[in-house]
């Protein structure tokens, strides 16, 4: 199973949209797929239509309490299951700062009941914190969606270092799959800067035995579409909601290059 966290610390660059459509997309590929919804916000569980009756399990129970990952788990199409959030996951990283091995406890939990997936995406928080550190020490990779503007290069490093730690500290095996720029602005000249710095930082890391010395920037670019800002709230992926929208293009062509990726 691939394990794949999709992070970024910084909010509105198109984050859970990527982890939704991208898992969405897999799916439709003929993959078996889990979507973890580890952000407080609990947008990727809203995106897709799902919510969490009172009495019902949730991410949150799964960290901080006795229930089962599948527990949590919701059908939400055909080869795609969520592992749903609410609000209450917020109050998880005070209840797990006191805990032994609380950078483990996502890890511990999948290895004790797998999901039946052949992709499962990770949905962290805007922020780098406990529950981002769980997802990056229960994930094999990691996937950034980054908007082309100047300053999220600079937030591009601090991300690296995290990874870089994550990597020396708590999973060896962790390392960067690459970047896939979203709200791109096809032929303005800052997104096509942006993207040659970018290609260019990833080509003279090759060797270097960092986490990202393989790692690429994905040739698709995910262009602004307002197809993709209408879908949640109709509960649905850009597939179901408008799967001729250049958004649905885009993630479709995404999904297909990440499987072509080792």
Known sequence: MRTIA????????????????LAAGLAAAGRRVCLVDLDPQAHATLHLGLDVAAGQPSIYQVLVGDAAFSEACRPAGERLVVAASAIDLAAAELELAERDRRELVL???????PPDAEYLLIDCPPSLGL???NALAAAGEVLIPLQPQ???LHGLGKLLETIRAVAGRLNPRLRLTGVAFCMYDTGTRLATEVRQDVEAFFQAARGSGTPWAKAVA????VRRNIRLAEAPSFGQSIFQYARTSHGAEDYRALAEELLRTP
């Not at 999709?6 to 459509?21: D, E, F, P």
């Open 150 to 152: 100047f300053l999220a």
């Open 6 to 21: 999709i992070m970024n610390q910084k909010g509105g660059v198109g984050k859970t949209t990527t982890a939704v459509n």
């Open 107 to 113: 890890r511990d939990k999948l290895q004790a009941d």
């Open 131 to 133: 529950l981002t550190l």
């Open 218 to 221: 994905f040739r698709t670019r």
